[in-house]
């Protein structure tokens, strides 16, 4: 059973970081892609960030400039480091392996 645990997210006014965290249990040779997608309410799911295991990132519009997405050497562990934060980046992230395994979803909010 693959687990992906998340941690990280929380409250921030607008302008500041957050930083998410995801654990895989996968062996690196069974991982191809990870990623973050988010929920916001009444939005449709967005995926924000993937790195692939060759380490290619892509970002979505919305999120480029201001979220980096990386790993450790170990690829047992992703990050999505989140600045410049705005309202409407409030949601529930979610981390997701090989577009199939999901982690439990953390959320971060972004108020003042």
């Known amino acids: 059973q693959v687990q992906l645990v998340e941690s990280g997210g929380g409250l921030v006014q607008p302008g500041g970081s957050l930083r998410l965290s995801c654990a895989t249990s996968?062996?690196?040779?069974?991982?191809?892609?990870m990623g973050w997608y988010r929920q916001a309410p009444e939005k449709q799911r967005e995926l924000v960030a993937t790195i692939s295991k060759g380490g290619t990132t892509t970002y979505a519009d919305s999120v480029k400039g201001r979220f980096t997405i990386f790993r450790n050497n170990a690829w047992d562990t992703i990050y999505l480091q989140m600045n410049s934060l705005k309202p409407e980046d409030t949601a529930v992230y979610y981390c997701i392996s090989n577009y199939h395994y999901w982690g439990q979803g953390r959320k971060g909010t972004v108020s003042s």
């Open positions: 996968q062996s690196i040779f069974d991982i191809y892609l």
